[in-house]
């Protein structure tokens, strides 16, 4: 039977409908895996020894030795070359674009799924975040930031080389100013934190991190990680925190290709404004989104999303695969 669920955080609204999973699919997508030609590797962008290719890089991690803007890097960061928002301002203007949009090289070598890269990649990346987060932190002008990941074509890739995103910018978007205020509501009745009842029947629990499948997931196998010391703002986290994050991660992907098969997905690291203070009962997350179909008229139109597992079902087969890799 279909039910409908809202989501206790964010307010937007999920139809189970367990049925859709039935129905046949005649269209696939045109991009996988298969369809990437040796002309396209060929002529990856952001490849080691390509460094030309791209803007210069920002930071990076690097071989002893290396020189920057040539090989013998981890990962490299650089200003997007097709970027949403930029530099150049126009104070005062209700239409101001300045802000900052950045790419995250994840990996030297073509590789589209973040998944099979290791550990010590997802080590970098995490890391690389942080400090790219405490550089804009640093710029009164810029106020939100946001980290994300499109992978393959429903995902909204353009390019197939495993990277992510960073942008930042002096506007908020409004959905999150909702989130902090229901968190910081929450808060002020209840006396305890929004994301302890969110994290209240997780699928697994480490050291650092509750792994959650929400209740109103919007996307099939949709997944949030929660930090345990419910910090604020991702840029204050540990080094301890991040490298945990880092193992569970990719731990938890490798779990959904296992059952879901290669697919595309988002991730997006949701971390509040950097004026948000430590008190509002706000903590950061990261959201990750399988993509296993195109969003179609309805959610569009309605803003409420069909979703046909329930996450109760979803996380049970997280569980007993990620036990798996225990045993």
């Known amino acids: 039977m279909s039910e409908i669920r809202t989501d206790p955080l964010t307010g937007l609204t999920t139809i189970f409908a367990p049925e859709r999973a039935k129905r046949p699919i005649a269209i696939k997508s045109s991009q996988g895996d298969e369809d990437q030609s040796a002309e396209q590797i060929a002529s990856d962008p952001f490849a080691e020894g390509k460094e030309d290719e791209t803007e210069p890089e920002l930071f990076a991690v690097r071989a002893p030795g290396s020189k920057p803007n040539g090989p013998g890097w981890s990962l490299r ?47 970098n990346m995490f890391h690389a975040y942080r400090a790219r987060l405490r550089v804009h932190r640093q710029n009164p002008r810029l106020q939100y930031a946001i980290i994300f990941k499109n992978q393959g074509v429903l995902g909204g ?27 910081q509501q929450y808060q002020a009745e209840q006396g305890t934190s929004l994301f302890e009842q969110l994290a209240s029947d997780p ?11 929400p209740y109103a997931s919007r996307f099939a196998f949709e997944t949030w990680l929660i930090p345990r010391s419910r910090g604020t703002h991702y ?27 290669s697919h595309d997905l988002n991730f997006v690291i949701q971390t509040p404004p950097f004026p948000t203070g430590d008190d509002v009962g706000y903590t950061w997350t990261l959201r990750i ?3 296993l179909a195109h969003l179609a008229g309805f959610e569009l139109a309605s803003q409420m999303y069909v979703n046909p597992v329930f996450p109760e079902q979803a996380r049970e087969l997280l569980q007993r695969e990620l036990a798996k890799e225990q045993s």
């Open 235 to 261: 840029d204050h986290s540990r080094d301890e925190e991040l490298d945990d994050l880092a193992a569970i991660t990719r731990r938890l992907l490798k779990a959904l290709e296992t059952i879901l098969g």
């Open 289 to 291: 989104y399988p993509r």
């Open 157 to 183: 890739a353009s390019l197939g080389h495993a990277h992510s995103q960073l942008m930042v910018s002096h506007v908020i978007p409004e959905a999150l100013h909702r989130e902090i205020e229901t968190a």
């Open 77 to 123: 960061v650089v200003d997007n070359k097709y970027p949403a928002l930029t530099p150049v301002s126009t104070p005062g203007s209700e239409h101001d674009s300045f802000g900052v949009h950045e790419v995250i090289v994840e990996c030297p070598h073509y590789e589209t799924h973040i998944s099979r890269l290791g550990l010590a990649s997802f080590r």
């Open 203 to 213: 699928v697994l629990v480490t050291e650092h991190f509750d792994l959650i499948c």
